[in-house]
């Protein structure tokens, strides 16, 4: 995937220089943490915590999972965030989260937009409607609001 080597440069200063990488068993512990951020609970319906023994089984399915692909961020020597990517028969499943102390720089925008760019074919998010942050992500990246359910948005590009 070309995005491994992308270096483009953004009009957001610290936005610039983003790179990726697949994850590996190696992130599993920056994974828990980002998951367990109360920011991500409560986009993700503010579901209780997230176990170690029930994250662990989780992250070995998807990297087992010939379907699923999680990209992880970096700026610089940090790791910044992750773009999680399913391949359905339809269309491409995206998701997406910014390490909480790298939010507000215009990462979230960047990182989907870079990895989207790079997928062929439909592609699909949910977000939370009270999540205005991810709102921008996805419409950045040029998704439509196609359902809006409770207080689930449905955004697709095609
Ligand atoms: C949603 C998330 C990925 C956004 O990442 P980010 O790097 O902070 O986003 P950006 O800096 O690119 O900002 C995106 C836009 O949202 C705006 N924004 C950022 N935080 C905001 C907030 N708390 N409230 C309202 N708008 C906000 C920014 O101003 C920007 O708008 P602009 O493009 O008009 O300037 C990040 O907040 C996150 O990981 N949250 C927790 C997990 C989550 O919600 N995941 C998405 C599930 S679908």
């Known amino acids: 995937m070309r995005i491994s080597d992308h270096n483009r440069k953004d009009s957001h200063p610290n936005s610039a220089d983003l790179s990726f990488y697949a994850a590996s068993q190696a992130d599993s512990d920056l994974l ?48 910044v965030g992750v773009v999680r990517i399913i391949h359905a028969v339809e ?19 960047k990182m989907v937009a870079m990895v989207t760019a790079e997928l062929s074919g439909p592609l699909r998010a949910t977000v939370e409607k009270s999540n205005a942050a991810s709102i921008k992500v996805a419409q950045a990246a040029g998704f439509e609001l196609y359902q809006d359910k409770e207080n689930v948005l449905f955004y697709r590009r095609n």
């Not at 102390?101 to 215009?106: A, I, L, N, P, T």
């Open 91 to 109: 269309y491409h499943e995206i998701s997406w989260t910014v390490a909480p102390e790298f939010r507000g720089r215009g990462i979230g925008c």
């Open 32 to 79: 828990l943490t980002w998951a367990n951020d109360p920011g991500v609970r409560a986009a993700s319906g503010d579901r209780p915590p997230i176990q170690y023994a029930e994250h662990e089984k989780w992250l070995e399915g998807i990297l087992q999972d010939p379907h699923s692909r999680l990209m992880m961020v970096r700026q610089a020597h940090a790791v």
